[in-house]
Nanobody
Framework: QVQLVESGGGLVQPGGSLRLSCTAS????????RGWYRQAPGKQRELVSTITERGSINYAEPVKGRLTIFSDDPNNTVYLQMYSLKPEDTAVYYC???????????????WGQGALVTVSS
């Protein structure tokens, strides 16, 4: 069973930095794309950033310029490095992975358990 485990959430002061990680485990698969999403209480889940295995990267406008997404594939991990954090960045951050399942001959998607990031003084 393919799973994603997140870590790195916590409390950070405005203007601070934080790094989230998301590690995949399970059967052999081919990654199509990975990304980070976030959801604040009472709000819809929104896209933060995505990265494809061909190197295409996208950032949402509210966070563009304040974060970097990158991967460490030998360790099956994708990271989200955040800078200049603002109170409005407070949310539960979820990682997502779209991959190709060779056994089922189809693409699948899996979500991480979520990591709470609280930006407050």
């Amino acid at each position: 069973q393919v799973q994603l485990v997140e870590s790195g959430g916590g409390l950070v002061q405005p203007g601070g930095s934080l790094r989230l990680s998301c590690t995949a485990s399970g059967s052999i698969f081919r990654i199509n794309a990975r990304g980070w999403y976030r959801q604040a209480p009472g709000k819809q889940r929104e896209l933060v950033s995505t990265i494809t295995e061909r190197g295409s990267i996208n950032y949402a406008e509210p966070v563009k310029g304040r974060l970097t997404i990158f991967s460490d594939d030998p360790n099956n991990t994708v990271y989200l490095q955040m800078y200049s954090l603002k109170p409005e960045d407070t949310a539960v951050y979820y990682c997502n992975m779209n991959y190709y399942d060779y056994r089922r001959s189809q693409s699948r998607a899996v979500w991480g358990q979520g990591a709470l990031v609280t930006v407050s003084s």
